[in-house]
């Protein structure tokens, strides 16, 4: 019987999986034009962006499952400000290590959300709790993919 924690590992799979596929197939002097929203974010930002969001995660919940309380680091309330500084810190990277860090961002933010099993009340991860707001990566994820796929289908590509 899967608890909630294999619930959120599943989701996040699931939505990582639709993220990658809507992806995969942009050619690559694609990936850099920007187009998102009111600061024209690329795909490249937007992978920059969620990949920061989800390293930040893993922390917090790493602190969590070792009853400490939870923090995101360089995030200090304001959302703006700790989107643009992963935006910018993305545009460092080529798009083959942005991939691998974002690989690498996910595999230890599933390793975190395990991590709360037995350090933590499964009933506590609710949504609209913070434990599960932070494991909610494929929530995250998921707010982008549409924006992705119909800016795609109206560029042809």
Known sequence: MADVIDELIEGNAQARAELIDVI?????????????????????????HL???QAGWSHALELMAS??????????????????????A????????????????RERHEAAVRGLRGTMD???????????????????????IDAIRDWRRAQGI
């Open 90 to 105: 993305a545009r460092e990277r080529s798009w083959e290590q942005l991939m691998v860090d974002f690989r690498q961002n």
């Open 67 to 88: 009853g400490e309380r939870p923090a995101v680091p360089g995030y200090e309330g304001d959302d703006d400000a700790y989107n643009a500084g992963s935006v910018a």
């Open 122 to 144: 499964l009933e506590r991860i609710v949504p609209g709790r913070t434990a599960h707001n932070l494991a909610n990566a494929g929530g995250h994820d998921r707010e982008h």
């Open 24 to 48: 995969d197939a942009l050619p690559a002097e694609r990936r850099s034009e920007g187009w998102f929203g009111p600061e024209q974010w690329s795909v490249h930002d937007i992978i920059g």
């Open 51 to 53: 990949g920061g969001w």
